[in-house]
């Protein structure tokens, strides 16, 4: 038997479209896919990514800010290190020291090995790049004190950081107290990217407003669920003349297992007439990827079959969505 190889985000939209009974034939979708990490096409760290997608291939349209995992498998399990990383990726420590050396987090990251961290990434080493939401939820729970050391388990900080969430803020504060993030383009690539800079400024100003965490918890959820939402409209194309690139988006991957980020998504999405298909029956982290991978090598063998009976070639499997 062959060797199907199927690529780990794209699994996760061909797990949620199967799911839902998603024909084989039906227009591309626009897969959100936040989780921890997967190998990317780029050879870095893929984790945060919008792809354009349907069973038999993906094209990637949108993406987090690819930040270093300084430590690697390290940088999963201690939280601090990922922040130590977006806050390097933003403003630098000089910048961090001059404007927030009155928070206890300067001291707290000062006495980390800031000199060994600095060079692994710079100079690329055991410092992968990762697009990784689930890395982002890190870093905020980090800053914020939920979760700084050390993880007992995978998403520990990310669980907590939803559990403290004060709901009073995220269903009733006005919306543009959510911390902002804004979408440029990624240099090199052209890629739309979700950039935190304004809500690491955001954040550390609450800290030295010494704003409840439970506060910040609603605010980063609310922010972020807002940032997703404009990458969709941004890239369906609906701003601009002519029909939108897609209608419907499927949302899988780990961090929507967070009821809050998925609830505030799905809410904000169908008020601006998306369709969106979730996981119900199906695990939304890497448990149902199977299922994905499944659909994707079934989708090839009929493309295959149909080929064959025609009596040409079928054409060799690539990394684009059917327009």
């Known amino acids: 038997m062959a060797l ?93 020291a001059m404007n927030f050396n009155e928070l206890s987090l300067h001291a707290y990251l000062d006495a980390k090995p800031r000199a060994t961290l600095d060079a692994m990434i710079k100079n690329g080493v055991n410092a992968t790049l990762g697009s990784s939401c689930g890395r982002l939820f890190d870093a905020v729970a980090a800053a914020l004190g939920v979760c700084c050391d050390v993880q007992a388990y995978e998403g520990e900080a990310a669980a907590k950081l939803e559990a403290i969430v004060d709901e009073d803020t995220l269903l009733h504060e006005d919306e543009t107290l959510g911390y902002p993030l804004n979408i440029p383009n990624l240099r090199g690539y052209g890629l739309p990217y979700i950039e935190p800079l304004a809500m690491w400024n955001a954040i550390l100003g609450d800290l030295i407003l010494e704003t409840p965490v439970p506060v910040m918890a609603a605010r980063f959820h609310k922010g972020l669920a807002k940032a997703i939402v404009a990458m969709t409209r941004k890239l369906s194309g609906r701003d601009s003349a002519g029909e939108p690139l897609f209608t419907t988006v499927a949302l899988s991957g780990g961090c929507f297992q967070n009821r809050i980020l998925f609830e505030q998504v799905v809410r904000r999405l169908e008020a601006e007439d998306f369709t969106v298909l979730s996981h119900a029956r199906v695990p939304a982290n890497d448990g149902g990827l199977a299922l994905g991978q499944a659909a994707i090598g079934a989708a090839r063998a009929i493309d295959a079959n149909n080929a064959a009976r025609e009596g040409n070639t079928p054409c060799a499997s690539g990394s684009q969505a059917a327009s």
């Open 4 to 96: 199907i190889e199927t690529q780990h985000h794209h699994a996760h939209i061909a797990a949620c479209l199967a799911e839902n009974g998603y024909a084989l034939d039906a227009p591309s979708v626009l897969g959100i896919v936040l989780d921890g990490l997967g190998f990317g096409d780029d050879g870095t760290i893929w984790g945060g990514e919008f792809l354009l997608a349907d069973y038999r291939g993906y094209e990637r349209r949108g993406t987090f800010k690819p930040v270093a995992m300084p430590g690697g498998a390290s940088a999963v399990r201690e939280p601090w290190r990922n922040l130590y990383a977006h806050l390097m990726a933003e403003m630098g420590w000089a910048q961090f």
